[in-house]
């Protein structure tokens, strides 16, 4: 069992930044591969970022790539998102989520990720 909560989302300009933080309860970590979601009102909540057990395998959705940047500290328990040059169609709840794999891939689907946290709100206004 693991507890993820994040923190740090809020109201941004377009083209502004924010970064966004998932703090997990777990010590092992290093046993879940991670990932960020979104979902806008109306929408289904849709892959933004996830990144392997250590680090090293990283993925992006087409419409954040080249603006988002997911990073990870396994001693610290924590995974980050800091997004760049937003844009309105980046507000949504964004939700970080904990994949237990002895694998060292990353999934997109949401299906395959077994702790969520609660979400978080971000604003982006014109």
């Known amino acids: 069992q693991v507890l993820l909560v994040e923190s740090g989302g809020g109201f941004v300009q377009s083209g502004g930044s924010l970064g966004l933080s998932c703090a997990a309860s777990?010590?092992?970590?290093?046993?879940?591969?991670m990932g960020w979601f979104r979902q806008a009102p109306g929408r289904e909540r849709e892959f933004v970022a996830a990144?392997?057990?250590?680090?090293?395998?990283?993925e992006y959705a087409d419409s954040v790539k080249g603006r988002f940047i997911v990073s990870r500290d396994n001693p610290k328990n924590m995974m980050w998102l800091r997004m760049n040059n937003l844009k309105s169609e980046d507000s949504a709840v964004y939700y970080c989520?904990?994949?237990?794999?002895?694998?060292?891939?990353?999934?997109?689907?949401?299906?395959?990720?077994?702790?969520w946290g609660q979400g978080i709100q971000v604003a982006v206004f014109s």
């Open positions: 989520a904990a994949e237990k794999t002895t694998g060292w891939l990353v999934s997109r689907s949401l299906n395959e990720y077994d702790y």
């Open positions: 990144i392997n057990r250590n680090g090293e395998k990283i």
């Open positions: 777990s010590r092992a970590f290093d046993t879940y591969a």
